[in-house]
């Protein structure tokens, strides 16, 4: 009984350090954004331009294991912020600006197909709950829209490095994606004269997918995993 009890005990410690050796941790930071421009006449034949653009940055630190050489799960909790100026007559609103932020927290899953010794094409997929903040910002106002929601993605064009046996560097050119967000605002806010108005939304929720291959690269993302 206590060979056994002495092989059991030598098992499940072989067993955890295999394990433990493919544990890893990482982050990715992202970056993109997108301007454009339009030139047109007014109501008196004045040339005006609109514009509008956006820029955005995200945070991601996550941690999971490799279940095998092709196949990686892990949990991410990530920060994002996104300002954005939209298309306005500079004469009239230009001024105006929103900004999005989000914190979001959910489990993510990346695949491995080798493309050399220690390159990788490693699409992703991930689902997300997410807690949102969207703010208009006027000359002397700032409106603002709380929401909870979920979605969840699929990232294309994601590669790998492994420059060590514990480092792996990662980059994601943004092309290529499939997504799915669910959002339901949950509290509102409106500045009019001076006077703040508050309130919560009863129902109003809002479904977002989006596919596709995009011609131009609209977001870089750079990350890393450590192999503990």
Partial sequence: MGKENLLFAFCALLA????????????TFSFGGTRTSVT??????????????????ALNPEFGVFVSDKLSV??????????SKPQAL???????????RTFLFGPTANYYVGLTEKLFWSPRAEIDFLLMKET??????????KYFGFGFGIDLAKFEYR???????NAGLGIGSISFVHAKATKW????????????????ST???????????????????YVL
Wanted: charged share 30%; hydrophobic share 25%.
């Fill in 90 to 100: 500079e004469s009239n609103y230009g001024d105006i600006k929103g900004r999005t």
């Fill in 136 to 145: 208009d910002i006027y000359k002397d106002a700032e409106d603002w829209d």
């Fill in 74 to 83: 892990g949990f991410q909790v990530g920060a994002s912020v996104s300002v």
């Fill in 189 to 204: 806010q409106e500045e009019d004269g001076g006077k703040t108005y508050k309130g919560d939304y009863d129902d109003n």
């Fill in 207 to 225: 479904n977002t997918f989006s596919w596709g291959i995009n011609n131009t690269i609209t977001s870089i993302s750079l990350g890393f995993k």
């Fill in 40 to 57: 047109d006449t007014d109501d008196d034949d004045k040339s005006v331009t609109a514009k509008s653009g956006n820029f955005s940055f």
């Fill in 163 to 169: 420059a060590t046996d514990r480092l792996y560097i």
């Fill in 16 to 27: 955890c350090e295999t394990f433990a050796q493919k544990l890893y941790i990482g982050n």
